[in-house]
C-alpha cells in the first residue's frame, strides 16, 4: 500500500512537471534571439559643419538698399485716428485729420 502510495505521489509530482516540459523547449535561448525583433535603426547622420563667413576688412561695407515696407492703410488711417484723439480732435476733425494724414504717410 506504501508503494502505491508513493508511486501516486510520484506520478502528481511529475505529471505537471511533464505538461510544462514541451512548452518550455519551444523557449529560444540567448539575448536578443527572438526573431520578433527587428535590427535597431541606423543612427542619424553627423551634423553638417559649415565654416562661417569671416568678414573682410578691405571689402566695402554693403548697404541694404531695400526700402522699409509700408505699412497698411488700415493701420496708418488706426493711427492717425488716435493721434487725432490725443490731440483733442472732435469727429468730423479727426475724420478729416485722419484722411490727410494716411495718404501722406
Known amino acids: 500500500m506504501k508503494r502505491a502510495f508513493v508511486a501516486a505521489l510520484y506520478l502528481v509530482l511529475a505529471l ?4 510544462v516540459a514541451p512548452l518550455a523547449s519551444a523557449q ?29 576688412f578691405d571689402a566695402p561695407p554693403r ?6 515696407r509700408r505699412r497698411s492703410f488700415g493701420d496708418r488711417v ?7 484723439a490725443a490731440a483733442g480732435l472732435n469727429a ?6 485722419s ?5 501722406q504717410q
Do not use: F, H, W
Open 92 to 97: 468730423n476733425d479727426r475724420a478729416a485729420y
Open 78 to 84: 488706426t493711427k492717425c485716428l488716435e493721434e487725432g
Open 16 to 19: 505537471p512537471g511533464l505538461m
Open 63 to 68: 548697404n541694404n538698399l531695400a526700402a522699409p
Open 28 to 56: 529560444l535561448i540567448g539575448p536578443n534571439i527572438a526573431p520578433s525583433n527587428p535590427p535597431p535603426p541606423a543612427p542619424p547622420p553627423p551634423p553638417k559643419i559649415e565654416v562661417p563667413k569671416i568678414p573682410q
Open 99 to 103: 484722411r490727410a494724414c494716411a495718404n
